[in-house]
C-alpha cells in the first residue's frame, strides 16, 4: 500500500480522473491518504480522516511512509482555527495560505515537517473557539460544491469543517452524516450544534444544517445564511418560502 499527503493548501479531489470531472471534495494541507490506483496523470485515493475517495492529479500526490502515516492516524496533528494561516514554506521562501482545518503534520515547535518538506508557522498556533462562533465565521461563504473552506463550502462540508474544529469527525456527504450520532425524534427537542437534515421528492437526504437553537439553523445554500426552522423544514424569509423539507434531526455531542 502506498500512502501519500497535502503539501498544498488545497487540492481538489474529483469524481473522475479528467480536469473537466466534477470536485466532489478537496483535500486540505497535511491531510493524508492511500493510493488505491494510478492512471495517466492522476492517482485514485481514498482519504485518512474520511475514507471519501476520489482522483488528484498526480503532481499533487506527495509520497507517506507507511510508519509516518500510522502516526498520524494514531496521534492526529494540530489544526488551524483561522479563516487562514500563513505558513513559510522554506525551501523556496514562498508562502502558503493554509485554510482553517489543515492539519499541522509532525509539528514540531512552529514547523511542520511534511516528507522532506518544512513550513513555519505564521501566527498562533492551537487557537479554540466555540461550535457557535466557528459556525458563524463561515457566514457569507459562497456556496461551492466539494468545497470545504471559508472561501467556498457545500452543505455536509460546512458541517463537517465545524465540527472537525471541535473535535469530532463527520463522514464527507449529508446522507452518511445521517447515519452518524442519535435520533432526535422532535425540532421541538433539538439544541444547538445537532444536525438536521433534509430530502428530495425520492425521500432521499441532500441538505444538511446546524441547529443554533430554537427555530433557528445555520446552513449553506447558495451561501453560508441563517434561516428559520420548524416541523416543516427551512423557511427563508429572504424568498417568504420553504426552500428544504425536514427529514430528521441527529446529536453528535
Known amino acids: 500500500m502506498e500512502y501519500g499527503i497535502c503539501n498544498l493548501a488545497v487540492i481538489p479531489l474529483r469524481a473522475e480522473p479528467s480536469d473537466r470531472s466534477e470536485m466532489v471534495s478537496q483535500l486540505l494541507f497535511g491531510e493524508a491518504f492511500e493510493v488505491l490506483e494510478w492512471k495517466d496523470k492522476w492517482v485514485n485515493i481514498v482519504t485518512a480522516n474520511d475514507s471519501y475517495k476520489g482522483w488528484i492529479d498526480r503532481l499533487h500526490c506527495n509520497s507517506l511512509g507507511h510508519i509516518a502515516y500510522k502516526s498520524l492516524q494514531q496521534k492526529p496533528a494540530p489544526l488551524t482555527y ?22 499541522l503534520a509532525f509539528l514540531e515547535g512552529t514547523t511542520c515537517y511534511i516528507s ?5 508557522i505564521i501566527g498562533e498556533i492551537g487557537e479554540t473557539d466555540s461550535l457557535v462562533n466557528i459556525a458563524q465565521s463561515f457566514l457569507n461563504a459562497p ?22 474544529l471541535r473535535g469530532l469527525q463527520l463522514k464527507r456527504d449529508a446522507w452518511q452524516q445521517a447515519e452518524q450520532g442519535e435520533e432526535v425524534d422532535s425540532v421541538l427537542k433539538a439544541k444547538l450544534g445537532d444536525l438536521a437534515f433534509f430530502d428530495n421528492p425520492e425521500g432521499r437526504i441532500t441538505h ?9 439553523i ?15 423544514g427551512i423557511y427563508s424569509e429572504d424568498m417568504k418560502r420553504y ?3 425536514l427529514k430528521a434531526i441527529r446529536r453528535y455531542f
Do not use: M
Open 116 to 120: 522532506n518538506q518544512r513550513f513555519e
Open 143 to 164: 456556496y461551492l460544491w466539494g468545497g470545504r473552506t471559508h472561501f467556498g463550502v457545500d452543505c455536509s462540508g460546512f458541517t463537517q469543517a465545524v465540527f472537525k
Open 218 to 232: 445555520i446552513h449553506a445554500s447558495g451561501k453560508v445564511k441563517i434561516d428559520l426552522l420548524d416541523e416543516k
Open 82 to 103: 483561522r479563516a487562514v494561516t500563513q505558513a513559510w514554506r522554506i525551501a523556496d521562501n514562498s508562502v502558503a495560505y493554509l485554510p482553517v482545518g489543515s492539519s
Open 208 to 216: 444538511v444544517g446546524i441547529v443554533l437553537g430554537p427555530g433557528r
Open 243 to 245: 426552500t428544504h423539507k
